[in-house]
């Protein structure tokens, strides 16, 4: 069995930049960890927070559900639905845009001036080789009633 001696990308700049620039969590995947949860463009998916780097909210939460869907070759969303029994609408959801093409981002030019940087092979490898969680504000849907039944359907058929 041979083993794989590539050396993967690192770019702490442009990790330092995306953390900071947008004022909430920025979680970095294994491209690789990503493509295994199988995520489509055509529809929602259940996926296993375990197998993810946002496994760590399932250990603080109890969990409704975890559905990702992929919008356009270029990002997706993942989401995530606990249940808060403190709360007057007792399902709290998060949100999370998933990057998956950094390089490709329309703002790719000023996150690289503004994070010291260059869009060398070093960036476009580590693009290609992470994809990039970032935590999405609070919006409307954050607080709900009940879980959506599309995303109820979704976790039915997948067990």
Not at 53 to 68: F, K, N
Request: hydrophobic letters at 40%; aromatic letters at 6%; proline letters at 4%.
């Amino acid at each position: 069995m041979e083993q794989s001696t590539k050396i993967k990308a690192k770019a702490p700049r442009i990790k330092a930049f995306l953390k900071k620039t947008q004022g909430r969590a920025v979680i970095i995947m294994p491209r690789d960890d990503w493509d295994a949860l199988r995520v489509g463009s055509t529809n929602l998916v259940q996926i296993d927070i375990k197998k993810t780097p946002l496994a760590r909210v399932a250990e603080d939460s109890c969990l409704l559900a975890v559905v990702a869907r992929k919008y356009q070759p270029s990002s997706g969303r993942v989401s995530i639905y606990r249940y808060d029994e403190k709360d007057k609408k007792p399902v709290n959801v998060d949100h999370y845009t998933v990057l998956l093409d950094l390089v490709g981002h329309p703002r790719i030019q000023e996150m690289v001036h503004a994070a010291s940087t260059s869009l060398d092979n070093n960036l476009r490898q580590f693009s290609d080789e992470n994809v990039f969680l970032v935590l999405e504000d609070k919006g409307n849907d954050h607080w709900i009633e009940n879980v959506p039944s599309s995303v109820i359907s979704v976790c039915i058929d997948s067990t």
